[in-house]
């Protein structure tokens, strides 16, 4: 479980359209490119310019405001690794983890169904959890 | 697995932005409403005012887009039950009902880490899959 400040931002950024938790979740990370950061963060990805480098080449203002957003609902953590210019590592949360199964699955089903889908980058085992 | 028609609109379909597995089932599912739509639909519902009536209040332009894609992509089909004036019921195909475990671990996540996300309706069981 999260800590309270996470819970309060979780609660702020959900529960807009229903209470059903399937909604509740695609609140947070129901659009095209959020869960491809997660899958990067799991992957060990902990800066801008690495997830500016995966394969489906996210757009920058894409990609900074998934980033806020992400930290706004306490699922990141962003600290400076350098200064002059500052630059953030991102890192997930304990909650944010807890999203590697739902990408996880959403791997599985893309293998399983989408002719020429490969498989996810890495061994399983790559994923931190 | 689907058959060849369903295998050819999904390889259309995904595979935009990359072959990750992630991404390509991003590419079909990755917005706000189309998994409420497959929950509505795994839950038994078959009828265009049975998805108005949910308690997202989706807008009917957009249930209308999604149910098309939905349809294209393979996931449903689409049958008349009357004549004049014509309405369709909507059902899962079978690769369509493979997204019923997407959707319950997307419940489950809600369940656990958004506080005050209820249960999803009706027990597990009710799930058609």
Redesign the interface.
């Known amino acids: ?2 800590n309270s400040r996470e ?1 309060e931002a ?2 702020k950024i ?2 807009k ?12 990370i ?4 959020t ?2 950061i997660v ?1 990067d963060l799991a992957f060990g990805k902990t800066r801008y310019n690495e997830f500016r480098r ?4 996210i757009p920058t203002n894409v990609l900074a405001d998934r980033l806020r957003r992400l930290e706004s609902a306490g699922l990141i953590t962003r600290k400076p690794y350098q200064e002059k210019p500052v630059r953030y590592a991102y890192r997930l949360t304990k ?1 944010g983890k ?2 590697g ?3 996880a ?17 890495g061994s399983d085992d790559s994923v931190q959890r």
Chains 1, 2 share one sequence.
């Open positions: 479980m999260a819970l979780l609660r959900s529960l359209r229903s209470a059903c938790p399937v909604a509740s979740t695609l609140d947070i129901g659009d095209k490119w869960l491809l899958r995966s394969d489906e080449d909650t807890s999203l199964s739902l990408v699955e959403m791997a599985k089903w893309g293998q399983m169904n989408i002719p020429g889908a490969r498989r996810l980058s």
